[in-house]
């Protein structure tokens, strides 16, 4: 009698065993994951945060473009600085300016996004098991880079407010208890990414002071700052001092994201090694980029183009929360955000968002579970949802569809009751759902 040889298993990717130890953090979003239902004509997509650039006065645009190719082209397609051109740092200090900012263009790096200032001072800063301090729930795009950089996440608590200074504060205890070394704290203080909540001018001070005295790096990421609805944009915190706050700004939400342009104002020795960072990933940011850029903001009345942008935001918020408010069934809480791109919206216990979604996406909506926004699992009875590129009509239809699948969603619960040991995670995605006040 034969024996059948014994055939080895089909290796999917033949360098699994060859890999860094590091790219076992490196994981694809739920975000990235939804896109390629999200896209589709058919379904009215509430999950990503792409800015609406059809305001852009494109012809404008154009035209500055095709005056900086034939005057400037060969500078332009050339390489460049690796902390990046001297007029577009210095056009920078007066946009933060308009937060309270007051600083130096040698201090300020441009780079590939603000998602590569936050990959470029997480590399520079820590190391394999260092901890990193975020909101609960944080951008998943951050949380992604402290993951792949191995480093543990540790959330502090929110509310309507933001951050809540004695989470913070128990944060730090706790984890220096635990014989663990803190790098810096991460934290979106305007119209959060993606609770919608913006921190207290009160809490800012109070924060800054915390950090300061525990001797613990603030990385600021403002990216909306600029786009309130009701009221002049809040000092930043790098306002309130200039040492010990690395501040990250971003022209993807004021201006267009395809130019890939952010930038980091950091004290001046950080400044260095992020130089030195960013020379060593792309040599330079893009010349071209920041020079069509710079062209925008000196030939454009680029402060008009924000007010546009926040009044067509506006009123895709009012949209939203009032769409909400006519639809959403019973138990369902979401905040009205003053500004920036999003809603944070809390269901019902036992309701999980995660599981519901596939149900959503064959009912033509998408939506993103707010477990993507959490480095330790909670978040399933939240969701993100982003008014920012729809239209107000389709915004409308879109919650008509979420509140069909939500109701069926509920039929379900009552008819089948609800387990008692399901884990309930409401608002800022921990047990007690009196902690959800934004």
Not at 52 to 66: K, R
Not at 134 to 148: M, T
Not at 160 to 188: E, M, V
Request: with cysteine; glycine share 8%; proline share 7%.
């Amino acid at each position: 009698m034969s024996v059948e040889p014994v055939r080895p298993r089909p290796v999917l990717d033949p360098y699994v065993d060859r890999y860094a130890a590091r790219t076992a953090g490196m994981t694809a979003s739920e975000i990235r994951a939804l896109f390629a239902v999200a896209s589709r004509p058919e379904v009215v997509s509430l999950a990503g945060g792409m800015p609406n650039i059809s305001g852009l006065p494109l012809d404008i645009v154009g035209h500055a473009i095709n005056d900086l190719v034939l005057t400037q082209g060969p500078v332009a397609m050339q390489y460049g600085s690796g902390q990046g051109t001297p007029e577009l740092r210095e056009q920078i200090t007066e946009i933060m300016r308009l937060e309270g900012i007051e600083a130096h263009a040698d201090d300020v790096v441009v780079t590939v996004g603000s998602q590569q200032a936050v990959d470029l001072v997480t590399r520079i800063f820590c190391d394999p098991g260092d901890v990193v301090l975020c909101e609960a729930p944080s951008y998943v795009g951050a949380l992604g880079v402290f993951k792949s950089y191995q480093c543990e996440v540790v959330h502090a608590e929110m509310d309507a407010d933001g951050l809540i200074p004695d989470a913070l504060r128990n944060a730090i205890r706790a984890t220096r208890a635990a014989g663990k070394t803190i790098k810096f704290l991460y934290t979106i203080p305007n119209f959060h990414n993606p609770a919608g909540v913006t921190l207290s001018l009160a809490r800012r001070h109070e924060i800054v002071e915390i950090c300061a005295a525990e001797g613990i790096l603030i990385l600021e990421d403002n990216p909306y700052g600029l786009l309130g609805f009701d009221r002049d944009p809040l000092p930043a915190m790098r306002s309130l001092s200039a040492d010990n706050i690395v501040y990250l700004g971003s022209f993807s939400k004021t201006f267009a994201p395809g130019f890939r342009v952010g930038w980091a104002l950091a004290p001046h020795t950080v400044r260095e090694k992020l130089v030195l960072a960013q020379e060593s990933a792309t040599l330079c940011p893009p010349q071209f980029s920041q020079m069509a850029i710079s062209a925008y903001l000196s030939n454009h009345d680029w402060q008009g183009q924000i007010k546009d942008f926040r009044e067509m935001y506006r009123e895709r918020r009012d949209a939203m929360t009032h769409a909400l408010s006519d639809m959403m069934p019973a138990g369902v809480r979401w905040n009205v955000p003053e500004g920036g791109f999003y809603v944070w919206l809390t269901l019902p216990p036992g309701v999980n968002a995660k599981a519901m979604l596939p149900r959503a996406v064959t009912a033509r909506v998408a939506y993103v579970p707010g477990t993507a926004f959490f480095a330790d699992g909670f978040g399933t009875s939240s969701m993100r949802l982003s008014f920012c590129y729809p239209t107000p009509e389709r915004i409308r239809e879109g919650v008509r569809r979420l509140a069909g699948v939500l109701e069926a969603e509920m039929d379900l619960q009552t008819t089948f009751g609800i387990d008692d040991t399901t884990e309930i995670r409401l608002g800022t995605g921990r047990d007690n759902p009196s902690t959800n006040t934004f």
